[in-house]
T-cell receptor
Framework: KAGVTQTPRYLIKTRGQQVTLSCSPISGHRSVSWYQQTPGQGLQFLFE???????NKGNFPGRFSGRQFSNSRSEMNVSTLELGDSALYLCASSLWARYTEAFFGQGTRLTVV | DQQVKQNSPSLSVQEGRISILNCDYTNSMFDYFLWYKKYPAEGPTFLIS?????DKNEDGRFTVFLNKSAKHLSLHIVPSQPGDSAVYFCAAINPAGGTSYGKLTFGQGTILTVHP
């Protein structure tokens, strides 16, 4: 059974640009969540999607957005990149997103220069 | 507002001994807790979980204990192995209302080093 797949693994962008990250959840999982990990803030929740609907959103500015497709694949977009957006972005999938375990992908390492 | 806290940034133990990782939480609405293990530049790997209706859950070398009155949980690894060296995160879920979906609240992590 394939795990959670995130692409690309590494990305370097310039300030002001935008970026799109992709996540393919485990087959059959309908919930996809996104997290940002930085040394100073740890793992912070960005948002969660279930059946193409955003059900929950963390405390991040509107530059961070996402969507989910009918096959449960999800993308997150960050516009007008800032140096502080440099982080490891993690995607997690789960069956029902409340009492089931979330399985994480390997993450996308974004560096903003 | 750090609702889940891991007060020990690091822990060092000898191979074969017990590793005890601790986690405290402040939100009494949390009712499901998970432990994850993470290597650098990789995603967290699920280890073990516990519901608030239980006080103990075991899976092989890993046991999680929950003390609801103290809002404290711990992960015991027995015996510890060098391959267990990683960052360990505890996480909690609050099921109240629609703001809980998909949201794990993580502690800051504890770096475990197991020496051969």
């Amino acid at each position: 059974k394939a795990g959670v797949t995130q692409t690309p693994r590494y990305l370097i962008k310039t300030r002001g640009q935008q970026v799109t990250l992709s996540c393919s959840p485990i087959s059959g999982h309908r919930s996809v969540s996104w997290y940002q990990q930085t040394p100073g803030q740890g793992l912070q929740f960005l948002f969660e999607y279930f059946s193409e609907t955003q059900r929950n959103k963390g405390n991040f500015p509107g530059r961070f957005s996402g969507r989910q497709f009918s096959n449960s694949r999800s993308e997150m977009n960050v516009s007008t990149l800032e140096l502080g957006d440099s982080a490891l972005y993690l995607c997690a999938s789960s069956l029902w997103a409340r009492y089931t375990e979330a399985f994480f992908g390997q993450g996308t390492r974004l560096t903003v220069v | 507002d750090q609702q889940v806290k891991q007060n020990s940034p690091s822990l060092s133990v000898q191979e074969g001994r017990i590793s005890i990782l601790n986690c405290d939480y402040t939100n009494s609405m949390f009712d499901y807790f998970l432990w994850y293990k993470k290597y650098p530049a990789e995603g967290p790997t699920f280890l073990i979980s516990i519901s608030s209706i239980k006080d103990k859950n075991e899976d092989g070398r890993f046991t999680v204990f929950l003390n609801k009155s103290a809002k404290h949980l711990s992960l015991h690894i027995v015996p510890s192995q060098p391959g267990d060296s990683a960052v360990y995160f505890c996480a909690a879920i609050n099921p109240a209302g629609g703001t809980s979906y998909g949201k794990l609240t993580f502690g800051q992590g504890t770096i475990l080093t197991v020496h051969p």
